[in-house]
């Protein structure tokens, strides 16, 4: 009851707005091309006809919601999953490389990590190059590193996910570094009084202090493994996964099939950092969390 | 061996100047110390006066600039290696991802003891700071007093003779406070260990320790050391006695000369 009060209210109202106000851009945006039509074909429409027209274009500048809903619905439950122009599908293509990359990703980050938190050299000399890595475009990146792996013989999978693993190791690097210098001084203190070495003092004190912190980035950076593989998808020329869609619907004018992938992306990207949340809750309550 | 117990802790004419970006502070100057066998000794003194760095520099997890401490006939960094002393912190400091039987247990895991003797130390000093049934629970289960009782029976479990105590009972109420010193003294008696205790309150020291350091600050040095008439058995109510009030006024007067009010 309070999360529906506290959540469900004020998301749906947020949605609810939005909706209206993409039909009103729908209506505007679509009506200069259909009142070109008419007059070609001489027809004259009253207002309520223009606006039932602007709504049901085959090719419109921005398809009305129902629109991407029915098409959305159309690719995702009424075709055979094994059908290219299944929405899960690509979703699935796009999913693959995601997870893989966002796999590598966080193994990548973690390592970099504790070598940031143990090498003070690496502290001074590594840190500025990984941020540096991030401020450099995607985009710009992504067909490099396609041709430079398809000129040594690897392509398909591995070169996508190596797109998301470069956006995704970032935030797990940050977030492990904080997790792993996380511990309080008293705890770093009394492991001392202990005479704990440096690897007891990992495992039993930095580890589980920093598994909130791996939780928290591991969201960001799943969402950020899923926009490294659709953007991978683009340059690739990939025949299927979401950013390939995103691509024919854009050579095409399917201007319908491009956002229905849109909304295939988002559901994707929620349902990845919900699961994630899921699991960090899950290991929050087995390391003896106190329950919210 | 002679017929004297050595010293458990010795320090000579010790120092210790911090160097801050407002300049070099002086913690610690000319500290004469010696704690032997069984006594319970009370640091006192207000903030800044060096207590808490005492305890440190003995637990060696600062080092002297000057001078020389040793702890068990060792250097104090020696002791610490042995495993020479237990160390309760003013907060119960305990891993909010371990119950308190593997928070207790955490020591006798980095000394590499066998799970059955584990197992068996762990009770023995859950029983000893009256924890019995609380094992699986974690640290937020606790009331403040139980988990520093928690942190007490962490610091016993690996039986170093020197318990090493920061304000443990600081952070926590008077009645609780009360009622853990009572088994403090309780445990003192029965265990015969060293114990130094670090505290602010004057009626807490005078209750509990054989002997009373009163510290004063800028620079931190001791400015005098009462040793107390007590007996051994202590009821909470001789803290009503003549005598228990006559030693609380003389450590009130030890802070008062040590202490300038001009500022």
């Known amino acids: 009851m309070d999360t529906f009060r506290d959540k469900l209210v004020p998301v749906t109202s947020i949605l609810a707005g939005v909706v209206v106000l993409w039909y009103v851009f729908a209506v505007v945006l679509n009506a200069p091309f259909q009142r070109d039509l008419d007059r070609r074909a001489g027809e004259t429409s009253t207002f309520s006809e223009l606006i039932g027209k602007t709504l049901s274009q085959p090719k419109p500048t921005l398809p009305a919601p129902h629109q991407v809903a029915v098409n959305f619905f159309e690719n995702t439950f009424l075709r055979p999953i094994t059908s290219n122009r299944s929405l899960v599908y690509n979703a699935w293509v796009t999913l693959s490389s995601t997870l893989l990359g966002f796999a590598f990703g966080t193994a990548l980050g973690i390592i970099i990590a504790v070598g940031i938190v143990h090498v003070a050299t690496l502290d001074r000399s590594l840190m500025p190059w990984i941020i540096a890595s991030q401020t450099i475009p995607i985009l710009a990146v992504a067909p490099m590193i396609i041709v430079v792996l398809g000129a040594i013989g690897i392509s398909g999978l591995i070169p996508k996910a190596m797109i998301s693993t470069y956006l995704s190791f970032f935030p797990v690097t940050v977030g492990m570094v904080k997790g792993l210098r996380s511990p309080e001084i008293m705890h770093l203190d009394l492991m001392h009084t202990y005479n704990a070495s440096r690897a007891q003092t990992f495992w039993r004190l930095r580890v589980p202090a920093s598994v909130p912190f791996l939780f928290t980035s591991m969201k960001v950076a799943v969402a950020a493994s899923l926009v490294g593989a659709i953007v991978g998808e683009l340059p690739t020329g990939a025949v299927a996964g979401i950013g390939a869609k995103l691509l024919a619907g854009a050579y095409y004018s399917q201007s319908i099939d491009i956002w229905s992938a849109l909304v295939a992306g988002s559901v994707v990207a929620a349902l990845l950092v919900m699961v994630v949340g899921i699991a960090g809750r899950l290991v929050d309550r087995a390391m003896g969390g106190r329950p919210a | ?263």
């Not at chain 2, 069984?38 to 600039?65: N, Q, Y």
């Open chain 2, 1 to 263: 061996m002679t017929g004297n117990s050595p010293a458990v802790v010795a320090a000579s004419k010790l120092g210790l100047t911090f160097q801050t970006n407002d300049g070099p502070v002086q913690a610690l100057s000319n500290v004469d110390l010696t704690i032997g066998k069984g006594e319970f000794v009370s640091f006192i003194g207000p903030s800044g006066c060096g207590k808490t760095t005492l305890l440190r520099v003995i637990a060696d997890l600062e080092k002297p600039t000057s001078g020389t401490i040793s702890v068990n006939g060792m250097t104090a960094e020696q002791a610490r290696e042995k495993r020479a002393y237990g160390y309760v912190f003013q907060a119960a400091a305990l891993f909010p991802w371990r119950t308190i039987e593997r928070n207790v247990g955490l020591p006798l895991e980095i000394m590499g003891l066998s799970r059955a003797e584990q197992g068996e130390r762990i009770k023995r000093t859950l029983d000893l700071v009256n924890l019995s049934g609380f094992e699986k629970k974690y640290p937020w289960q606790l009331s403040g007093g139980m988990q520093q009782r928690a942190s007490i029976a962490r610091a016993l479990a690996f039986d170093a003779d020197l318990l090493l105590m920061d304000e443990p009972f600081g952070a926590l109420d008077e009645i609780v406070r009360d009622h853990l010193n009572e088994q403090l003294l309780e445990l003192w008696g029965r265990t015969n260990k060293t114990i130094c205790f670090v505290t602010h309150s004057i009626p807490e020291a005078v209750y509990l320790s054989t002997r009373i350091v009163v510290m004063s600050p800028r620079p931190g040095r001791v400015s005098d050391i009462i040793e107390s008439t007590l007996p051994r058995e202590r009821p909470l109510d001789i803290r009503e006695t003549p005598e228990f009030l006559a030693i609380a006024a003389r450590v009130r007067d030890g802070l008062r000369a040590g202490h300038s009010y001009d500022d």
